[in-house]
């Protein structure tokens, strides 16, 4: 009897670890789109053209993951062994309805995704154990596949309708700012917390606050700076790092435009009152 083969997909080079992925360029040749997932320090570099003959040149590095079309050119920024994941994501291993949703997935695109972050350390944790094949890769990208169609192209063909940002969202909002103060806050990061996309919780958000989600997390360091300054005698420098700005520069020219006037100054001015 022959064995048959008709059965199983032929997905090909469907999950490869960065590093491999660059030096064989396996995933380059399929057809589709692909995934981008880089870890650690990496930062990886995809450059092409979309359909319109329009050049595209995006930067990824965690947190951030991004789709490109399978046809563009892929590489590190720095080559010092990279870490992270390639992914081909073909629309074939889903049902009907997602494979019509994959048509809406934007190209050329670079999002904040929780669930695919998770998604790449697990990959590594299992990669490190030595406990991962090609069936078990090709089954976390029919996964993901399944995910990037129902998250990201579930809107084919129509717009996003606009939903509100209600009290209690922006008490879980606050509460999560307060907590992450000193770290990088992404628009993503707040939209997924309410389960909303980036565009529509931007938009809902300035509406229910007069604020877009960047001027109000900024406030927020701002008067956390000015807590701080009134309360506390940490060297302005650590002000500025447990208040989240990334340079003493970027503090006290933030501070200054929301304020009046400079960090030291405002310090000062508070100790004469207290004094």
Not at 42 to 68: E, Q
Not at 244 to 250: A, C, I, L, P
Request: charged share 15%; aromatic share 8%.
């Amino acid at each position: 009897m022959m064995q048959e083969t008709t059965s199983t997909p032929d997905h090909g080079l469907r999950c490869q670890a960065m590093n491999v992925a660059f030096a064989d360029g396996g995933l380059n040749s399929v057809q589709g789109l692909r995934l981008v997932i880089p870890t650690g320090s990496t930062v990886a570099r995809a450059a092409g053209c979309d359909d319109l003959g329009m050049s595209h040149v995006i930067l990824i590095s965690a947190p951030f993951v991004a789709v490109i079309p399978a046809g563009a050119q892929l590489a590190t920024v720095a080559d010092n062994g990279p870490t992270g994941w390639v992914i081909a994501l073909k629309p074939g291993v889903l049902g009907q309805v997602s494979q019509d949703a994959f048509d809406a997935v934007p190209k050329w695109s670079r999002s904040w995704d929780p669930f695919l972050r998770e998604a790449a350390d697990t990959l590594a944790a299992l990669h490190h154990a030595d406990l991962i094949d090609a069936a078990c890769a090709d089954a976390f990208a029919d996964v993901i596949s399944v995910h990037i169609a129902l998250r990201y192209g579930h809107c084919a063909g129509a717009a996003e309708p606009d939903m509100p940002v209600t009290r209690r969202m922006l008490t879980h909002i606050q509460a999560f700012v307060h907590e992450h103060i000193a770290e990088t806050i992404l628009v993503e990061q707040l939209a997924v917390l309410v389960h909303m996309s980036a565009s529509n919780f931007a938009r809902g958000f300035k509406t229910a606050t007069g604020n877009p989600p960047h001027r109000y997390v900024t406030l927020e360091r701002v008067k956390f700076a000015r807590t701080m300054l009134c309360e506390e005698t940490f060297p302005l420098v650590d002000v500025g790092a447990r208040a989240g700005f990334q340079t003493q520069q970027h503090f006290t020219e933030v501070f200054h435009r929301y304020t009046g006037v400079t960090p030291r100054a405002f310090r000062l001015a508070h100790r004469n009152v207290g004094s």
